[in-house]
């Protein structure tokens, strides 16, 4: 078509090629991991710009993660050599944060709407529950918010639902969602899935803005399409006007979010609904080694329901995968730690990747302990720390002070001796007038309707809240919030609590003003920073990139879809862990071997695998037996690796290394008899390379192997 845009073609292979220079039909690229699924996406966006076949406001591309739209956004940029303004990418969530933002009024919310992140969600039902006198001993708060989510994520709201059984708790639980609703609506307030759930009846029954985007997007991708649930896909199907072209990529193979909702039919369905569907598959991966990929298809192998595919590689045989039977956490973490120190110091290399993230403490530790930087992603998120959402609530009750969540958050936080005998008559002024708490405390207090010291210290905390309103016109965000750490106390009641602790919050809310410094300058260009800023911080929790700092990275499985990292390390991989019980009771391991085929196939060069005969878990220690899906991993593809730590270790590695001399015959207890042809490093990190008779040249770390003298 155009030479510039061959290039794009270059690095790509045939079916490649033919997914990012399809003509303009819907597409749908259906492969497993490794396989090039983003890459292609990436390129096809570059073609259709470069071709000239759209503007970049007439693309649309959803990703998975934030993460995973700024990588997106730096490749394209890569690839152009320029960064193509009005291209809108990011995540269902984002998306439609950007819609609400441009469509407040239609959406009737008000400008300065908040996101109530899950926690503040959770938060809220409970005291809902409370207010509307629920026994919160039989009915669980996270059991409602799950019903509450279930609901919506089936675009039901609470006066549509309807019921399956009519036992207490299901009604229970709609009585709770009814208040729910009408408490975030007078708040403006909106969980993560209203964001989707407002946008789709927005763009459902406003015809004329549906049209508008209709015409606008012309070509819709997505990546990791096999974890969208119905509301994304009812979304999409809205959004996607008769003339737009889908560009869809996912595996069958890598779906893991069936309990919050994912529907893997959807792939199914989309040839279906959307007719004229090019469907390419691609099954050439680019990212492991022979090794790492055979027991990736030998795992998935055991899945029944799979559409079917299998991978191939071009790529070195590798090294084969490594197994450490450790006897408990303790020793599995240390082992771990021991093995990154050993491979050098390109920490950002290694990934550990763990079921549960309760399975990170042990790790940190180990990690700690042996002053290995890291970094945990989606666990404890900077802007999920409590000492942030303290702050950011005060910036929130600045900017829209309606907001009851913020309200409940500060209102005694630094203890300023409001308890619950003053909050409970604001509660039900609010509840009886249907107005906000703060205006419920204003009116209450223009009455006289508080009593001695709360009168003087309501007045006071109303007034502080004032002069941060009027600041908020005057200060930039950064200095406000500098402002507001400097006046409200927080630091000084966080040391009162706890020294130490209390240095680490302080730290923190540092960072949180330069991370506002940093916000103002890249978004120069922004009406409404501090909106902007407040979404940023609730939605992009994870905002750091994790390549440009050289630390381990800890995440769960689920987390990991998508990346890549040179070596892995997946642990826990115990029955009733990895799979995890829950999933076994429910008859669903397909799922957990679906995400152990994820956890495989995230290694490029090495994949250490390993399992404890004990754990502390659910406050008890318990026995386990390997996982079945070490099991499902031909033997001869693992290589079983010792670790001892114990005092005399050292020696022993001095003695062994001395004995294994060039030239000297060896057994090994799996590639056989062999000779000694090379040799080289020191101490623990001794390899010799020995050719053996029945198998290739292969280098072996002393300390690690079981290898004897002949
Ligand atoms: P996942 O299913 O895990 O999301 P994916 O199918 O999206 O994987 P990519 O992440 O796009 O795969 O690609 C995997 C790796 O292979 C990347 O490092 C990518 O750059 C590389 N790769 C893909 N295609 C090619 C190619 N044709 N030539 C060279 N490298 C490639
Ligand atoms: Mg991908």
Redesign the pocket.
Known sequence: ICDDASLLLN???TA?REAVAAPETHVLVL????????????HRIAWLLQCQLARANHILAVTFTNRAANEMRDRIQKLLGYNPSGLLTGTFHGIAYYLLRQHWQLAQLPETFQILDSDEQLRLIKRIIKEAKIDDKVFSPKKIQQFINACKEKAQRAQSVVLMSTDRETQAALTVYQFYEQTCQQSGLVDFTELLLKTYELLRDDESLRKHYQTRFKHILV??FQDTNYLQYEWLKLIAGPAAKLFI?G?DD?SIYSWRGARIENIQLLPVEFKETLLIR?E????STKMILTAANAVIRNNKNRLGKELWTNGTEGDPLFLYKAHNEINEAEFIVHKIKLLGKDYHNNAILYRTSSQSRVLEEALIDQQIPYRIYGGMRFYERAEIKDVLAYLRLAVYSDDDAAFERIINTPKRGIGERTIEPIRALARQQGISLWRASRLLLADNGFKGRAAKTITEFLHYIESLIEQTHTLLLSDLIKKIIETCGLPDFYLKDNKEEGQRRIENLAELISAARQFEIFNRDEEKPILTFLAHATLDANNDNANETNHVQLMTLHLA????FKRVFLCGLEEGLFPHQNSLDEGNVEEERRLCY?GI??A?EQLYLSHAETRYYYGERSYSRASRFIREIPAELIDHIRFNNAPNYQANVKNKNEKFAIGTPVLHHKFGRGIIVDKEGQGEFTRIQVDFSENDCKWIILAYSDIELL
Not at 561 to 564: I, N, V
């Open positions: 690095d790509l292979n490649q492969a497993g991991a490794g396989s090039g699924k983003t890459r292609v996406l990436v990546d990791e990529v595996d890598q691609l050439q991966n680019y990212r879809k998508g990346l890549e994820v196939t995230r490029r």
